[in-house]
């Protein structure tokens, strides 16, 4: 395994003080998947306290303490971050996140020490003198098997993140979940153990689930047989719920939603930021029919929807977190995700597309909406090709509002140039100008002026 050099530097130092380096979690599971390593991880042995780990690693770079109490450390060197720690023993003593009575121990066995971790893949070391792998709990077979097992009853369900957890890497990973592992999550589900989880905790968990899986799908599927959506009314009302068989021959709006995420997940841009939203929105986009859907004679529509949806939106994604800028992001998305092929249907005006580039970035929402379009089973999605959007998009490129609306051609500026004095007149005379722009009335910075003239009887 092959670290970064400043990590063979420590552990010699900790070995003229007869102490040891083991590298552990994340870094050598990834290393054994095949992965990219980015985060590197290191516990110590045979130190006698924190102190003493401080004033050794004092000599490599900064060293900051904020963790100290809970037996870690943060060492920057050359703009890389690395946590070392003392091996701990960790009890539960109360509901919140924190609550741990820490002890630290660096006598402890390898054994003893990895058994407060979660899963058995995050329960591998690597002694960087020996350069020999420790696997107390079967680790390494577990990775080469992809199945996700946990450690130890008793530990894992003192965090109760652990069930939000396992619904991550099982999905980022394509594991499989133990059957044993599978019971206890439930039984922490079912006996309300998740219930006092801060909501930035769960959150981080989701979107690392979204943002790193090949198939999000998996996750929310595995949530779902875990009895998960308990805590999420919005998704679980998707399940069972119809659709029309024309358009929708796959399922029922879960179902949908399902293949859809997918499909937004093979779309995404590489801006972890810009697909975030668009797979929040994706998984979003048809809350709106738990409320809109009607059967009559045997057929089901859904009108309404994608505006009715905005405040369902609003509602879920609030108890996941306080990032208020995303969800209000989010929103237009999936008020406005039929957008594309209701205006391809109609070969819509450039005007109509202007006015839509003022309420939604129009080549994120091709995106949603082809996610969309290509999550089921009818003959056009499984062509592959969404024409609606390429039209739309191409349309929206030659008049230039593909990723943003029209620059207002009038500007207070121009209007006290005019010999106006500024005052709350100006909003609705610039409003009343970008109306007129939009509708394609004025298109140059000369003709808003004509036109501002006019407005206000100014002569030329």
Not at 3 to 20: D, E, F, G, T, V
Not at 173 to 185: Q, R, V, Y
Not at 197 to 219: D, H, Q
Request: proline residues 3%; contains cysteine; glycine residues 6%.
């Amino acid at each position: 395994m092959q670290l970064p050099s400043i990590l063979y530097s420590i552990s010699s130092a900790l070995k003229c003080k007869n102490a040891k380096a083991i590298v552990v979690g994340g870094s050598v599971r990834d290393y054994f998947m095949g992965m990219e390593v980015k985060d590197y991880d290191i516990e110590v042995y045979g130190i006698c306290d924190m102190d003493a780990l401080e004033n050794i690693l004092s000599s490599f770079g900064k060293v900051n303490i904020v963790g100290k109490s809970y037996g870690i450390l943060k060492l920057s060197h050359n703009r890389e971050e690395y946590d070392i720690s003392l091996p701990r023993t960790e009890t539960k003593i109360g509901n919140r996140h924190k609550d741990f009575d820490i002890t630290c121990d660096s006598s402890m066995s390898y054994e003893d020490a990895f058994k407060r971790r979660d899963f058995t893949i995050n329960a591998v070391g690597y002694d960087i003198e020996s350069k020999n792998f420790i696997d107390p709990f079967g680790g390494i077979e577990d990775i080469n098997k992809k199945c996700l097992r946990h450690i130890n009853d008793d530990t894992f369900v003192e965090d109760p993140l652990r069930v939000y957890r396992a619904v991550q890497f099982t999905s980022r990973f394509g594991f499989t979940l133990h059957d044993s592992t599978f019971e206890l999550c439930q039984k922490m589900v079912d006996n309300n153990m998740l219930e006092h989880l801060p909501k930035e905790r769960v959150y981080a968990e989701f979107k690392k689930m979204l943002l790193k899986s090949k198939y999000p799908s998996r996750g929310f599927q595995l949530a779902k047989e875990l009895r998960v959506l308990r805590y999420y009314p919005e998704l679980k009302a998707l399940v069972g719920l119809h659709q029309s068989p024309i358009y929708h021959p796959e399922g029922d709006v879960w179902t949908h939603t399902m293949m859809a995420l997918d499909e937004m997940a093979k779309l995404k841009t590489g801006d972890d930021k810009k697909d975030e939203k668009l797979l929040w929105a994706i998984l979003c986009h048809d809350f709106g029919k738990t409320t809109h859907t009607q059967i009559e004679n045997d057929k089901i529509t859904a009108i309404g929807h994608e505006k009715a949806g905005v405040e369902v939106v609003y509602s879920f994604m609030s108890r996941l977190t306080n990032e208020h800028k995303l969800i209000m992001k989010i929103e237009p998305l999936v008020r406005y995700h039929l957008a594309p092929s209701q205006l391809y249907k109609q070969q819509a005006t450039i005007k109509a597309i202007r006015r839509l580039s003022t309420k939604v970035n129009i080549e994120e929402l091709v995106l949603v909406a082809k996610a969309d379009f290509l999550g089921r089973l009818t003959p056009e999605a499984q062509n592959g090709v969404f024409e609606a959007g390429e039209w739309l998009l191409a349309e929206s490129k030659k008049i230039g509002v593909s990723n943003k609306a029209p620059t207002p051609l009038l500007q207070g500026r121009d209007l006290i140039k005019l010999g106006l004095q500024p005052s709350p007149a100006f909003k609705n005379i610039l409003h009343e100008a970008y109306e007129a722009q939009i509708e394609g009335i004025i298109a140059t910075h000369n003709e808003a002026l004509a036109w501002a003239r006019k407005l206000l009887n100014i002569e030329n």
